[in-house]
């Protein structure tokens, strides 16, 4: 068990310096190495002694404040009193270790809303119990695998990153055995979750290309499971606004199985952004069909959920009535919905009630939605409804951004909306490795010859820049 926990810990550390985009600083004879969330908050922190071991690791709330705590020993094995804190400071739970195995957890405080609740009572009793029998049977891949699913789902983040990497390394030593399909014939879907799960982990801290390549590895090598097309393209529409890309995935997933509801819901997400608001309300209306399976199987307090994103559409076609009362429901269910906070200071604005307006923008605020949501105008909107003043609301609409298209492309690829048609352009990888570079010809790039995966497309011409998610088939 020790020897396992620490090789899982070394390939944590690896990939602390080959993966992350860091800032090292000298810290008392050792090292930090810190990740950013995309609104500059700092996301995660590795804590290196002055022998370049990890002594520990911090990470944060994307609005800000200690999330993690875990301390290491010399072996690099989770030692001692480690915490996990709510976003609003409050502490929520603590893990005792002592050289990597885990003597006990409390509980203090369970964070739900009145749709999720039991959802989460009962992955925290998931880990109660298998913590329990893990006691007298170590070694049970059945339980633990359990654990680490109720750890993703409570958002016990470094534990369940450190199980699904010991997961990923033994699976993959299996697959290189030429003969593992055949002694496991479920290899291949195994570890196509494991890399879902992974990239969930990766997502909430925003590294966007780590997610991506894991869930685009997932489809790769289970292409039977329409989850994983959806995994990738609920990720693109809202954590990356790759709309484009994102409705080519979630298109295929409703090709597959036409009422899937949570396709519908990132579906009617996406139309919303893209100011397609009929098909918006399309898509959620098929959604609201099994509106409890989204609660039942989904993560978390999704702020844009069902009632949110309708409210703005039904506003947006005239409907506002039926919008605001969306909204305030939304509200009801999750007090701390920074989006309907927001939706609802449009509509108000819109309807010529300023302080209303101002009210619900500076709720917005509070909540922490520029921290959140660090690509969508708020500024805009409290400085013209509070200050009462004339001035032009920023336009977030992505319709008329540049694009590249086909997506997922085979040979080549185009520029569309980009004022240029020969500019440079440098294809790299996750790592952000440059692999190609060149001009292109009359807005095409030529993209044949390289493997099928995840890259980043740059593109620039003078100050001009853009960069794109590229997939090749």
């Given at each position: ?359 619900y923008f500076q709720k917005a605020r509070t909540l922490g939605y520029e921290k959140k949501y660090y690509n969508k105008e708020l500024e805009s909107f409290i400085q013209k409804t ?88």
């Amino acid at each position: 068990m020790k020897n396992s926990y620490h090789r899982i810990c070394v390939i944590l550390a690896v990939i602390i310096f080959l993966v992350f985009e860091n800032q090292i600083t000298a810290q008392k004879g050792g090292s930090v190495n810190r990740s950013f969330f995309k609104n500059g908050l700092v996301a995660r922190e590795f804590y290196l002694g002055a022998d370049q071991k990890l002594d520990s690791i911090k990470t944060y709330h994307i609005v800000g404040g200690l999330d993690e705590r875990f301390y290491f020993d010399e072996n690099t094995l989770i030692n001692g009193l480690c915490q996990k804190f709510s976003s609003d400071g409050k502490l929520k739970t603590t893990w005792l270790f002592k050289k990597g195995v885990l003597i006990k957890r409390k509980d203090f405080l369970k964070e739900d809303n009145l749709k999720n609740k039991a959802k989460t009572e009962e992955n925290y009793a998931i880990i109660v119990k298998n913590n329990e029998l893990l006691k007298s049977d170590p070694y049970n891949y059945g339980l633990r695998y359990g654990r680490a699913a109720s750890r993703i789902y409570l958002e016990d983040n470094v534990l369940a990153e450190f199980d699904f990497l010991g997961f990923k390394s033994q699976l993959e030593n299996i697959k290189a055995d030429p003969n593992a399909l055949t002694k496991f014939p479920r290899l291949n879907q195994d570890l196509a979750e494991i890399y879902s799960r992974l990239s969930t982990i990766y997502s909430r801290f925003e590294n966007d290309n780590l997610s991506i390549d894991y869930k685009l590895k997932a489809i790769q090598i289970d292409p039977e499971e329409t989850r994983h097309y959806f995994n990738l393209g609920a990720y693109l529409a809202t954590e990356t606004q790759d709309y484009r890309l994102a409705i080519y995935y979630l298109d295929e997933v409703e090709r597959r199985f036409p009422n899937h509801n949570f396709a519908h819901w990132v579906l009617g997400y996406t139309y919303l952004e893209l100011e397609q608001y009929d098909k918006a309300v399309e898509n959620i209306d098929i959604a609201f069909q099994n509106e409890a399976n989204l609660y039942e199987n989904g993560y978390g307090n999704a702020e844009s959920d069902l009632r949110t994103i309708r409210g703005l559409a039904y506003h947006k076609l005239g409907k506002t009535d039926l919008g605001i009362a969306d909204l305030n429901e939304a509200l009801r269910i999750n007090d701390k919905n920074s989006v309907a906070n927001k939706y609802l200071g449009i509509i108000y604005d819109d309807l010529g009630q300023s302080q209303k307006a101002c009210d619900y923008f500076q709720k917005a605020r509070t909540l922490g939605y520029e921290k959140k949501y660090y690509n969508k105008e708020l500024e805009s909107f409290i400085q013209k409804t509070c200050n009462a003043t004339h001035m032009k609301v920023v336009n977030n609409a992505h319709k008329d951004r540049p694009y590249i298209l086909p997506n997922p492309a085979e040979s080549t690829v185009e520029v569309f909306n980009f004022p240029f048609s020969n500019f440079n352009y440098e294809i790299l990888d996750p790592q952000y490795q440059k692999l190609r570079q060149g001009i292109s010809n009359d807005k095409i790039i030529e993209i044949s010859g390289l493997p099928s995966g995840f890259y980043i497309l740059v593109v620039g011409n003078g100050d001009k820049k853009e960069i794109f998610k590229l997939i090749r088939k």
